[in-house]
């Protein structure tokens, strides 16, 4: 029997279809470019499609076996194991590559090529080779950590892999970049995961109220500018505070009169229409969304207790095998398997989730360096760069994304719905088993490096503490309006009227 883990040409259309829709919907469409374009897209798509080799990783390693703990006659051979094993390796080998080369190449070279035509400089030439010069260093930054990787084997008692394999050099580079991708988990899924209910929930304030309120606002600005423009009637000319004053209130009646031009065409649009028909389906999806969250953060939390409780500590990277404390959504997938494909659809959900929610807290708090904001994420107004950002965070990201599934369903990610076959001597006080249970191999890459792990623990922590206060900063948050994001003070007019028409 063959296995194949790379997606079918099908999956392949939908992947591309939704991250070009995904990407155009964000795209400004005054300094759109084809190559940043197709770069995002790419980078989105290979980002989605690694998140779905967990579940293909978890289902063929249950698939081997059945109910009874005994292996199929297929797989009852050590050699057809080893090649399916091997394929799915394999597969995570092409997509880590893969994302090395996107982070540490391919995005740097594009976003650095636009960087430098920024500053206006017209030649081509000089774009190419500064966007390369910094590339490099990102280079030599992958070359150092596979290098360091190669040096030696510092695992967790896991003697799976040869150390001629490359797996080794490859797994402390992507072990590394995990870490970046779990202060992204900690900063943007946990603000995602209650933001995005919540929005649901709580849904968009009234256009027509909005309008009445900016046509409020603009009689009011106008009514000051007047003020001070009667102070020069007699021809003395106005102060430099006033000047001031008056320079601040004509920018502010500008964007005024943007938003009600947008709240006008959002009034007409039918797609707002169609929303509030489907209020009552966002307010249960919201509601969902958020019982999904508390879950998921309840059994982290368990999780976590379970290490502190029951692993060997530090030196170990808190590594347990099986599960001592009752995880509600390891139980939850333990008890789906009988009812096939239900356990697989479920850990397929959870990713994508993980996926969707990382997208919302992008979304909603923009792409921050510590406490300086870069850039913003916003319909028809995100600049090249920033959508370059967005898709390698994201990269990042779903990196992290797997480990935060083991620690969610640890026993489940591990084995899947495996089960083995117990002997019990004539005596009656000695086990031993006769089959055993075949490891992911996503376990495997997560726990090779056992500092690693210890770091990701903590993490997990940050994690949860950093949900709770998103979560009650999302509930002191009012509605947003219905042309959120679409109108601000540093817009131009010329951008504006591209937007409306």
């Known amino acids: 029997t063959a296995f194949n883990c790379v997606p079918s040409s099908y999956n392949w259309c939908v992947i ?13 469409r005054q300094e759109s470019e084809v190559v940043s374009t197709i770069t995002a897209i790419c980078a989105l798509a290979i980002a989605l499609i690694t998140s779905a080799l967990l579940p293909v990783d978890i289902f063929l390693v249950s698939f081997m076996k059945y109910p009874n703990g005994t ?80 040096q030696g084997q510092i695992c967790n008692g896991l003697s799976v892999f040869p150390s ?49 309120e900016n046509t409020e606002d603009i ?19 106005l102060s430099s505070k006033d000047r001031r004053n008056l320079q601040e209130l004509e920018g502010k009646l500008q964007v005024l009169q943007r938003r009600g031009r947008h709240l006008e065409i959002a009034e007409r649009n039918c797609c707002t229409k169609v929303g509030s028909a489907l209020r009552p389906f966002k307010i249960l999806l919201g509601i969902f969304f958020i019982l999904v969250a508390l879950l998921f953060t309840i059994a982290l939390f368990i999780s976590n207790l379970d290490k ?32 096939f494909p239900l356990d697989y659809i479920l850990i397929t959900i959870i990713t994508v989730y993980f996926v969707l929610t990382s997208m919302a807290g992008i979304r909603n708090m923009g792409i921050w ?33 797997s480990y935060m599934i083991y620690s969610l ?24 088993f006769t089959d055993q249970c075949t490891v992911t191999r996503s376990y495997l890459f997560l726990h090779k490096f056992w500092f690693f792990s210890t770091i990701y623990y903590f993490g997990n922590w940050a ?18 309006s219905v042309i959120e994001g679409e109108v601000e003070a540093d817009d131009s007019d010329i951008s504006d009227d591209e937007y409306v028409h």
């Open 409 to 432: 369903a640890p026993q489940y990610v591990m084995y899947g719905s495996q089960k083995y076959l117990v002997q019990v001597s004539k005596n009656l006080h000695v086990f031993c």
């Open 16 to 28: 591309l279809a939704f991250c070009w829709v995904y990407i155009r919907k964000f795209q400004s």
């Open 219 to 237: 009689d009011d600005v106008e009514h000051q500018i007047e003020k001070l423009k009667s102070k020069c009637k007699d021809g003395r000319p």
């Open 71 to 150: 292996y199929k006659e297929w797989a009852a051979n050590n050699e057809t194991r080893g090649h399916i094993e091997d394929t799915v390796l394999y597969g995570y080998y092409t997509l880590y590559s893969i994302i090395l080369f996107c982070v540490f190449l391919w995005i740097p070279f594009v976003y650095f090529y636009y960087e430098e035509r920024d500053d206006d400089t017209g030649n081509k030439c000089s774009q190419v080779k500064n966007a390369l010069k910094y590339t490099i260093g990102f280079a030599i930054v992958c070359v150092v950590l596979l290098l360091i990787g190669g």
């Open 463 to 480: 994690f949860i503490g950093a949900f709770l206060i998103g979560l009650v900063v999302s509930c002191c948050k009012g509605k947003k």
């Open 308 to 339: 502190a409780l029951h692993s060997a500590g530090i030196s170990s990277g808190f590594i347990i095998f099986g599960t001592n404390l009752t995880n509600p959504l390891n139980e939850l997938l333990l008890a789906l398997q009988p009812v």
């Open 369 to 401: 360096f510590f406490w300086i904001r870069l850039y913003k994420i916003r319909p028809k107004r995100t600049r090249p760069q920033a959508l370059l950002f967005l898709c390698m965070i994201l990269l990042l990201i779903v990196l992290h994304t």
């Open 164 to 212: 001629t394999d490359g797996l080794p050099a490859l797994s402390f580079s992507i072990s590394t970049l995990t870490l970046i991708g779990m202060l992204a988990v900690i900063t943007y899924t946990a603000y995602g995961m209650s933001v995005l209910p919540l929005n649901l929930i709580k849904g968009t304030r009234s256009v027509a109220y909005e309008r009445l």
